[in-house]
């Protein structure tokens, strides 16, 4: 572990988890993928009374270690209502990715399907909590309603900005609101904290985060434009589109896991660019196209 600040550690993994301790007890900033993350979590507390786990979004590898850590210690869980609501109806992200419809049984994995949780408390961005000095966060985009979560020098951002080696492994990050997301990177680089602990990646000082920031933000410019090139040579529909990008980006989606995230943004993409006024929805012979305006 980590001690970025007196009592603030942060607790690598494949999701980085946050650590807040005050006495003897602790609250913890997300739970990892699953029993095992969740595991490792009580163990790293040691004596420390776990008493809140604060989940920054409804993705399965962020509150998978709850169920485990709720039984065995009684925590609260505390969650923004919209990724609540998700966290207490877990199917509905295998559905989302889906497109809304159900999902092929291979969805139902620990990478997209957590165990249920059920938060005993709402947060929301602007919220102050005094008991624990912390500042709750909007950081909408890469899901609908993620929240960060702020205590004294050290700010715990989620999913808000990849690392740059995630960033590159990604190649598209996942995101379902690209406006929301290019606010919450312009507001990231104005936060005035001094460390910041993206869930993948190490944590940075706040230069190195701007800097990473900047990164993300180009990333989303350039499948923007690239975007909006295909479509100036003719319509495509999305799948279309998701294969022109994969390949400029010199992809490959081998299971329909990925690929379901790739059209989720690719699709929050061309929302976006809509909502500019750049491209707009046509239909031709009972195909969905999107054509530049
Ligand atoms: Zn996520």
Redesign the pocket.
């Known amino acids: 572990m980590q001690e970025l600040a007196e009592g603030i550690y942060l607790h690598p993994g494949a999701v980085n988890c946050g650590i807040i301790s005050r006495g003897g007890d602790a609250l913890v900033i997300d739970t990892g993928l699953d029993k095992e993350a969740g595991r490792k979590l009580l163990k790293a507390l040691g004596e420390k009374s776990l008493k809140v786990i604060i989940n920054t979004?409804a993705?399965a590898?962020?509150f998978g270690g709850n169920d485990f850590l709720t039984k065995r210690t009684g925590a609260e869980v505390w969650a923004s209502r919209a990724e609540g609501a998700g966290m207490d109806n877990p199917e509905f992200e295998p559905v989302f990715l889906a497109a809304g419809s159900a999902p092929l049984r291979e969805m139902y994995s620990r990478f997209f399907l957590a165990p249920r949780s059920t938060p005993g408390r709402v947060l929301t961005g602007g919220e102050r909590i005094t008991d624990w000095d912390l500042e709750i966060l909007d950081l909408p985009g890469?899901?609908i309603e993620?929240l960060g979560v702020a205590c004294g020098e050290v700010c715990f951002t989620?999913?808000a900005f990849l690392g740059p080696e995630a960033l590159t492994k990604h190649g598209i990050p996942?995101n379902v609101d690209i406006t929301a997301q290019l606010n919450t990177l312009d507001l990231l680089a104005d936060l005035p904290y001094h460390w910041f602990v993206p869930?993948h990646g190490e944590a940075r000082e706040r230069e190195g985060m701007r800097r990473d920031v900047e990164q993300n933000r180009n990333r989303i410019e350039l499948i923007l434009e690239l975007i909006a090139g295909y479509l100036a040579e003719g319509p495509l529909n999305l799948e279309q589109v998701v294969k022109r990008v994969c390949d400029s980006l010199d992809l490959t989606v081998g299971n329909p896991g990925q690929f379901y995230l790739f059209r989720t943004s690719i699709n929050a993409y061309l929302t976006h660019l809509a909502a500019k006024g750049m491209v707009r929805p046509m239909f031709e012979a009972n195909c969905f196209l999107w054509e530049r305006v």
């Open positions: 979004h993705h590898d962020h890469h899901s993620q989620a999913d996942f869930a």
